[in-house]
């Protein structure tokens, strides 16, 4: 889907947790926030604080990062 979107002129950036199976669709632009538990893509319920860092990071992946397949390692200190 997101080669999809990038094919009508749309960036778009992957968050994942499951590096191994995103790999293998070489996404765009990806970033994986480390040590999250499946389920937390963007970190755990009512955490407004890192939902938005993860988001943000993301969004980030848009202006700097065209290296498609290449999944990008974040850590977030605040997700525990």
Do not use: C, W
């Amino acid at each position: 889907m997101q080669r999809g979107i990038e094919a009508q002129g749309i960036p778009t950036s992957l968050i994942t947790l499951d590096v191994e199976q995103s790999s293998l669709m070489r996404p765009p632009r990806a970033i994986h926030p480390m040590g999250f538990e499946f389920g937390h893509s963007l970190g755990k319920p009512h955490d407004k604080n890192t939902q938005r860092k993860v988001l943000e990071a993301a969004l980030a992946e848009l202006m700097e990062r065209q290296e498609p397949g290449n999944i990008h390692e974040v850590g977030f200190p605040s997700y525990k």
